[in-house]
C-alpha cells in the first residue's frame, strides 16, 4: 500500500525501468519560486536546514542527474516534517528540509557525491572553498547568504533574457506599485552586507554594513511582468520613492545603530529631503556618526550642485559620505579628496586583473595620494578580487565571497593566505 505524500514535498517518484524519454528535455528552474518561499517565510525559517548540490561545477552534466537526486531525497521524505527541491538556473540544486537527522542526510549527500562523481569530474572548488559537490547547512544562519546567491543567479544568469522579454514598466505601472510599496512590509527586502577589512590578522573586522533594497525581488513581488530598471528616469524615480520608505521603516527605531555602523544608499534628493530631516531629527552626534551616505556616481555627476549641498549639510551633521559606483578609469580621473569623499567603492570585474603594468601603477598611485579617503573593491565574487585589492593596496572588500568566508566563520586574512598558496602551487 502505497502511502500518501505531504502535500508540501516536492519529489518525483520514478518507477524502475522507466525510459529516460519521459524526462523533460529542459527542466524549469525554481529560482523566483525558492526565492519567494523564503522571503515569505522569514521568520519561520527556525529548523530548517538546506543542502547545496553544486551541479554546475560538474564537468559532464545531465538532465538525468537531477532524477536521480530526486530519488535519492525520496528515500528521506517519510521521516522528514517537510522536504522541498528546487532546481535552480545554474544547474545547481537546493533541498530544504526539516526533521531529519544529519547523519542520514549526509549519507544520502555523499551517495549522490559518489555516484556523480563516479562518471564524471569537478572543475573547481565549491563557492564555499570545498572540495565537495554538496554543502549542508542552517537555514537561519544563513538566509541573507541564500537570498544573495539566488539573487546573483536572477540578475547574472537570467538578466539578459528578462531585458529582452519584460517591457519597461509605464508609468501607471510604476503608480500602481508606488501605492502598494506604501502599505508593504519591505523588512523581508532589506537586507545588509559587511563592508570588511582584510588587514586585521586577529580578528574579522568590519567598517560598517551597507543597508539596501533587493530591488529585482521586490520587482518580482510587485511587479513581475514588468521590468523596473529598463527606463533610467522612472527608475530613478522610483528609487526616490523607495527611500523614503526606508527612511519611514528606519523612523520606527534607531537604536540598531548603537554600536554599528550603516551604510545607506540614497538619492541625492532624498538626503536633502524633509524625511531625511525628520530621521536625522531622531539621531544623536554620535549615532549620525555612524552612518554613512552611499551616493551613486551617476547621480553625483549628473547633479554636482546638489551634491555639493549634501556635502555641506553631511560636514555640518557629521555623516560620512560613500561616492559608490566606480570604477579603475574613474579612481584615476576623479579627485576623490575635492569631492570631500570619506569612502570611494570600486566595482570589481576580473577584466582590472589584465591592466597593463602602466594601468596597474598610475591606478595604484592614485590610491595611495587619496590619504582622507578610504578605497572599498567591491562584488567581490570570487578570491581574485580580495587577492587584487590587497596588491594594489585596497583594505576594505565587500561581496558574495566575503560573506562566503565569514559565513564559514574563517579569517579573511587567513583566507587570503590560502588563496595565495594555491595559486603559487
Request: with cysteine; hydrophobic share 40%.
Amino acid at each position: 500500500m502505497n502511502r500518501p505524500s505531504a502535500p508540501k514535498r516536492d519529489w518525483v517518484r520514478v518507477k524502475p525501468g522507466e525510459r529516460s524519454a519521459q524526462v523533460p528535455e529542459k527542466p524549469e528552474y525554481d529560482d523566483q519560486k525558492l526565492l519567494t518561499l523564503l522571503q515569505s517565510a522569514k521568520r519561520e525559517v527556525q529548523g530548517l536546514r538546506l543542502i547545496h548540490l553544486h551541479m554546475s561545477l560538474l564537468k559532464d552534466k545531465s538532465h538525468l542527474d537531477l532524477m536521480s537526486i530526486k530519488r535519492a531525497m525520496q528515500e528521506t521524505a517519510d521521516q522528514s516534517s517537510y522536504l522541498q527541491v528546487f532546481n535552480l538556473s545554474n544547474d545547481d540544486v537546493i533541498v530544504l528540509y526539516k526533521g531529519i537527522k544529519f547523519s542520514l542526510i549526509s549519507d544520502v549527500c555523499s551517495k549522490i557525491e559518489k555516484l556523480l562523481l563516479s562518471r564524471t569530474s569537478m572543475e573547481k572548488r565549491n563557492p564555499y572553498g570545498e572540495d565537495s559537490l554538496y554543502s549542508i547547512m542552517e537555514l537561519s544562519l544563513n538566509f541573507v547568504n541564500v537570498i544573495r546567491f539566488i539573487e546573483a543567479l536572477q540578475s547574472e544568469a537570467g538578466a539578459d533574457q528578462e531585458q529582452e522579454t519584460k517591457p519597461p514598466i509605464t508609468l501607471e505601472e510604476l503608480g500602481k506599485i508606488e501605492r502598494a510599496v506604501q502599505m508593504f512590509d519591505l523588512s523581508p527586502f532589506m537586507l545588509n552586507q559587511p563592508v570588511a577589512n582584510i588587514q586585521n590578522g586577529e580578528q574579522n573586522e568590519f567598517e560598517y554594513f551597507e543597508l539596501y533594497i533587493a530591488v529585482k525581488a521586490l520587482e518580482e513581488r510587485l511587479s513581475p511582468q514588468y521590468d523596473i530598471t529598463a527606463n533610467k528616469w522612472l527608475f530613478s524615480y522610483f528609487t526616490a520613492n523607495l527611500d523614503l520608505s526606508v527612511l519611514k521603516a528606519l523612523n520606527y527605531g534607531v537604536d540598531f545603530l548603537r554600536g554599528r555602523r550603516i551604510g545607506l544608499n540614497l538619492n541625492l534628493s532624498t538626503i536633502l529631503s524633509a524625511s531625511f530631516v525628520k530621521f536625522d531629527e531622531r539621531l544623536t552626534t554620535d549615532l549620525r556618526g555612524n552612518v554613512v551616505l552611499e551616493i551613486n556616481k551617476a547621480d553625483l555627476v549628473e547633479n554636482i550642485s546638489m551634491y555639493k549641498e549634501v556635502v555641506d549639510f553631511a560636514s555640518s551633521r557629521g555623516y560620512q559620505i560613500c561616492i559608490d559606483g566606480l570604477n579603475d578609469f574613474w579612481v584615476t580621473h576623479m579627485d576623490l579628496e575635492y569631492m570631500a569623499a570619506d569612502y570611494a567603492k570600486i566595482f570589481w570585474s576580473e577584466e582590472m586583473d589584465q591592466m597593463s603594468p602602466g594601468e596597474l601603477e598610475a591606478f595604484q598611485e592614485r590610491i595611495q595620494q587619496q590619504e582622507n579617503c578610504r578605497y572599498i573593491l567591491a562584488r567581490c565574487g570570487s578570491v581574485a578580487g580580495l587577492m587584487f585589492a590587497d596588491k594594489v593596496g585596497i583594505n576594505l572588500v565587500q561581496g558574495r565571497v566575503v560573506d562566503n568566508i565569514l559565513r564559514k566563520g574563517v579569517l579573511i586574512r587567513d583566507a587570503l593566505k590560502t588563496a595565495r598558496v594555491m595559486t603559487d602551487d
